[in-house]
């Protein structure tokens, strides 16, 4: 329904399980590495607990795919079963046939039987068992009988158990301190942080098609939140927030429709009541400005008003009732000297607006004005786009309509630092004094100034200025190299070794040495580069460390630094921001 409004080939935020759209934050490649571990040659059980919807089924799966050709897997996902039922489900999986109405000693030789003569031909046997919190005791003992079966080397079965932290608890019953022995890798996986977050919806918009950041920081804020870090709640939460964003027709997606998402998935009332209060007295301080304003206006025009008012207070005062008449003349002054306070506080507010209306250079007026004209960030998209003599399509996002003319998306978190260490004229996110989103395009630096490009108008801007509104995202374009290798680590090639050698010589201005294999001061020279760019330091050159590696290498295209742009607007003195 809403793919085409925001430039989407798919619905990125199904909960359905796609290997398309597999994220592995730090935290998932950390229990994928334990897993790997435990299943070593002397592996029998490997646990992997997490509380509902953090991953653990896509961890599981993604083990799968990385498991040798040789190995032979079952995967069991109702472990709600007798003994009897679990062997004979065991040997469905794994293709061993066994008569009618088998008996457990029947099922517990055939499997024997089977686990030896997959050893015999050098294959391993992996049994995985998801929402193990649900296996009864008599059964994880049944299990443990089963590894039992063993070489002086390594267990023929090796048992992943996959659940919730009950099973944690389980494990913890002295009937099965055996099997809890019998763990060699354990890992609790915890939900995702703030930042992956982040990473994990501009993971998934970009599957489906978005390179352009759909999501504002104040609402991966708020989607942390109400959803704890749980990948299946960002899910229901994104999705809802999208409709809503598409049914207002409104982008981005802001912390707001996040809130009522919340409200209309969780099935919760937003716990924002501890704020009705100050919003309640606001509302009213507004109301009653907003009131004594109208009031002045009127007055202006003739004394309409003040005239209605002290006639209708002399009726009151010279025509009083009999029971209340001395009511009626306090409640006439006690108005009168309102109306007195409020044309005090009135008039007091509108010197202040124009005093700091005129206390604005010049200069001040033409920024203020232009952010109010760059609420909208395809103008900012529009603006890079025309510093590479390209033009944004009818009909598709700014990202699309690069692809199309040859060039890559790339957005990053970041700093002042990364923005002008690549170098690249990019897209930003700002901020202005009220917390309100609007967006620019840093087109040139000269020392510590950014010409910044706000709708239609180019003012230079100082470091101080844009880091207090910064928003900590920027986007920029560029041209990817036409070969790339997937990754670059200590199996690859000789000639990708020293390219990646030259490379990272080169970004850091010192020579190139001549490599044969990747030694350990490569390996240290590529993590030093990885921990600079925010990256995982894991001395695997990456797809997103070879884009960071790229982007440097690259010499096509304008640059911050080579831009040399005729300014309309350049603040000096006290009106520089």
């Given at each position: 329904m809403y793919k085409a409004f925001y430039g989407l080939s798919d619905n990125p935020f199904s909960i359905a399980p796609n290997p398309h759209y597999l994220f592995l934050s730090d935290r998932h490649r950390e229990a994928l590495a334990h897993l790997t571990y435990g299943l070593g040659e002397t592996g029998g059980f490997v646990l992997l607990t997490g509380e509902v919807g953090t991953g653990k089924t896509t961890v599981s799966r993604c083990l799968l795919n990385q498991l040798p050709e040789n190995t032979d897997t079952a995967f069991i996902l109702n472990p709600s079963l007798t003994e009897l039922e679990l062997l004979a489900t065991l040997c469905d999986e794994l293709g061993?046939?066994?008569?009618?109405?088998p008996t457990l000693k029947q099922l517990t030789d055939k499997l024997s039987?089977?686990?030896?003569?997959?050893?015999?031909?050098?294959?391993?046997?992996?049994?995985?068992?998801?929402?193990?919190?649900?296996?009864?005791?008599?059964?994880?003992?049944?299990?443990?009988?089963?590894?039992?079966?063993?070489?002086?080397?390594?267990k023929l079965l090796q048992v992943i158990l996959?659940?919730?932290?009950?099973?944690?608890?389980?494990?913890?019953?002295?009937?099965?301190?055996?099997?809890?022995?019998?763990?060699?890798?354990?890992?609790?996986?915890?939900?995702?942080?703030?930042?992956?977050?982040?990473?994990?919806?501009?993971?998934?918009?970009?599957?489906?098609?978005?390179?352009?950041?759909?999501?504002?920081?104040?609402?991966?804020?708020?989607?942390?939140?109400?959803?704890?870090?749980?990948?299946?709640?960002?899910?229901?939460?994104?999705?809802?927030?999208?409709?809503?964003?598409?049914?207002?027709?409104?982008?981005?997606?802001?912390?707001?429709?996040?809130?009522?998402?919340?409200?209309?998935?969780?099935?919760e009332e937003l716990k924002q009541r501890?704020?009705?209060?100050?919003?309640?007295?606001?509302?009213?301080?507004?109301?009653?400005?907003?009131?004594?304003?109208?009031?002045?206006n009127l007055q202006g025009q003739g004394g309409i008003a003040e005239a209605s008012i002290?006639?209708?207070?002399?009726?009151?005062?010279?025509?009083?009732?009999a029971t209340g008449g001395q009511q009626a003349n306090q409640n006439h002054s006690q108005a009168v000297k309102q109306q007195t306070q409020l044309q005090t506080q009135t008039n007091l507010a509108s010197r202040q607006v124009e005093e700091s209306n005129a206390s604005l250079s010049a200069d001040q007026r033409?920024?203020?004005?232009?952010?109010?004209?760059?609420?909208?960030?395809?103008?900012?998209?529009?603006?890079?786009?025309?510093?590479?003599?390209?033009?944004?399509?009818?009909?598709?996002?700014?990202?699309?309509?690069?692809?199309?003319?040859?060039?890559?998306?790339?957005?990053q978190q970041g700093n002042w630092h990364s923005l002008v260490r690549l170098n690249y004229p990019a897209v930003v996110y700002l901020q202005d004094e009220r917390g309100e989103p609007f967006y620019g395009t840093v087109v040139s630096r000269q020392g510590e100034q950014l010409l910044l490009q706000l709708a239609e108008q180019q003012l230079w801007v100082d470091r101080d200025w844009f880091t207090?509104?910064?928003?900590?995202?920027?986007?920029?374009l560029w041209q990817a190299p036409s070969y790339q290798p997937k990754e670059i680590g200590r199996g690859s090639a000789p000639a990708q070794i020293q390219w990646l050698e030259n490379a990272l010589a080169q970004i850091q201005n010192k020579p190139a040495r001549l490599v044969d294999y990747f030694d350990a001061e490569l390996e240290q020279s590529l993590m030093d580069f990885q921990r600079q760019h925010g990256l995982r330091a894991d001395a695997i050159a990456g797809s997103q460390t070879l884009v960071q590696l790229n982007l440097y290498l690259s010499d096509k295209g304008p640059r911050l630094q080579e831009q040399q742009v005729g300014l309309q607007g350049r603040v000096q003195g006290e009106g520089r921001y």
């Amino acid at each position: 329904m809403y793919k085409a409004f925001y430039g989407l080939s798919d619905n990125p935020f199904s909960i359905a399980p796609n290997p398309h759209y597999l994220f592995l934050s730090d935290r998932h490649r950390e229990a994928l590495a334990h897993l790997t571990y435990g299943l070593g040659e002397t592996g029998g059980f490997v646990l992997l607990t997490g509380e509902v919807g953090t991953g653990k089924t896509t961890v599981s799966r993604c083990l799968l795919n990385q498991l040798p050709e040789n190995t032979d897997t079952a995967f069991i996902l109702n472990p709600s079963l007798t003994e009897l039922e679990l062997l004979a489900t065991l040997c469905d999986e794994l293709g061993v046939h066994y008569g009618e109405s088998p008996t457990l000693k029947q099922l517990t030789d055939k499997l024997s039987q089977f686990l030896l003569a997959n050893h015999e031909k050098g294959r391993n046997t992996v049994l995985i068992i998801d929402e193990a919190q649900h296996l009864r005791a008599e059964v994880l003992e049944q299990l443990r009988l089963l590894t039992n079966l063993e070489t002086d080397t390594k267990k023929l079965l090796q048992v992943i158990l996959i659940g919730q932290p009950e099973l944690q608890q389980l494990l913890k019953r002295q009937e099965l301190r055996q099997l809890a022995q019998r763990i060699t890798a354990r890992y609790h996986l915890l939900p995702l942080t703030q930042q992956e977050i982040a990473l994990y919806v501009q993971h998934r918009l970009q599957v489906a098609g978005r390179h352009e950041p759909l999501f504002h920081r104040s609402a991966i804020k708020t989607l942390h939140q109400y959803s704890g870090g749980i990948p299946r709640l960002i899910n229901l939460l994104c999705e809802r927030a999208l409709m809503a964003g598409y049914a207002q027709s409104k982008v981005p997606i802001d912390a707001n429709m996040v809130r009522t998402a919340a409200s209309e998935v969780l099935g919760e009332e937003l716990k924002q009541r501890k704020l009705l209060w100050p919003v309640t007295a606001a509302t009213i301080i507004l109301a009653t400005f907003a009131g004594a304003f109208y009031f002045f206006n009127l007055q202006g025009q003739g004394g309409i008003a003040e005239a209605s008012i002290a006639q209708t207070g002399a009726v009151q005062a010279n025509e009083p009732t009999a029971t209340g008449g001395q009511q009626a003349n306090q409640n006439h002054s006690q108005a009168v000297k309102q109306q007195t306070q409020l044309q005090t506080q009135t008039n007091l507010a509108s010197r202040q607006v124009e005093e700091s209306n005129a206390s604005l250079s010049a200069d001040q007026r033409i920024l203020r004005q232009a952010i109010g004209q760059s609420r909208s960030i395809d103008t900012a998209y529009a603006a890079i786009l025309g510093l590479w003599d390209k033009a944004p399509y009818v009909g598709l996002t700014a990202c699309q309509s690069a692809k199309q003319q040859g060039l890559d998306c790339f957005q990053q978190q970041g700093n002042w630092h990364s923005l002008v260490r690549l170098n690249y004229p990019a897209v930003v996110y700002l901020q202005d004094e009220r917390g309100e989103p609007f967006y620019g395009t840093v087109v040139s630096r000269q020392g510590e100034q950014l010409l910044l490009q706000l709708a239609e108008q180019q003012l230079w801007v100082d470091r101080d200025w844009f880091t207090r509104h910064f928003a900590g995202t920027f986007e920029l374009l560029w041209q990817a190299p036409s070969y790339q290798p997937k990754e670059i680590g200590r199996g690859s090639a000789p000639a990708q070794i020293q390219w990646l050698e030259n490379a990272l010589a080169q970004i850091q201005n010192k020579p190139a040495r001549l490599v044969d294999y990747f030694d350990a001061e490569l390996e240290q020279s590529l993590m030093d580069f990885q921990r600079q760019h925010g990256l995982r330091a894991d001395a695997i050159a990456g797809s997103q460390t070879l884009v960071q590696l790229n982007l440097y290498l690259s010499d096509k295209g304008p640059r911050l630094q080579e831009q040399q742009v005729g300014l309309q607007g350049r603040v000096q003195g006290e009106g520089r921001y």
